[in-house]
Nanobody, 122 residues
Framework: QVQLVESGGGLVQPGGSLRLSCAVA????????MSWYRQAPVKERELSGY????????HYDNSEKDRFAVSRDDAKNLVYLQMNRLEPQDSAMYYC???????????????WGQGTQVTVSP
């Protein structure tokens, strides 16, 4: 059974930093595209960034490109989202996602965590 558990959210002042963690069980982070999404109230869930199976390729949405970084610890099977220079508009529930792809590039399975809340406020 695959489980993703996020942690590290909380209240932070504008300009501050947070590091979110995603503990993964049931699948290796090396075998999945690991992504972070966020969803603010009354908004669609949107991709913040992801790291590919090779552990080197990352991608970020434009607004987070220079402030967020996705990384992983293969030994601990953890994925991180380092967020710097946080802004009030970064306030959202942040979700970890694991997507497994077959050899043809078609997604076979997708898993979500329960989310961790990030609030950026003075």
């Amino acid at each position: 059974q695959v489980q993703l558990v996020e942690s590290g959210g909380g209240l932070v002042q504008p300009g501050g930093s947070l590091r979110l963690s995603c503990a993964v069980a049931g699948v290796s982070v090396k075998d999945a595209v690991m992504s972070w999404y966020r969803q603010a109230p009354v908004k669609e869930r949107e991709l913040s960034g992801y790291i590919n199976e090779d552990g080197r390729t990352t991608h970020y949405d434009n607004s987070e490109k220079d402030r967020f970084a996705v990384s992983r610890d293969d030994a601990k099977n953890l994925v991180y989202l380092q967020m710097n220079r946080l802004e009030p508009q970064d306030s959202a529930m942040y979700y970890c996602n694991a997507a497994l792809y077959g050899p043809s590039g078609v997604m076979r399975n997708e898993y979500w965590g329960q989310g961790t809340q990030v609030t950026v406020s003075p």
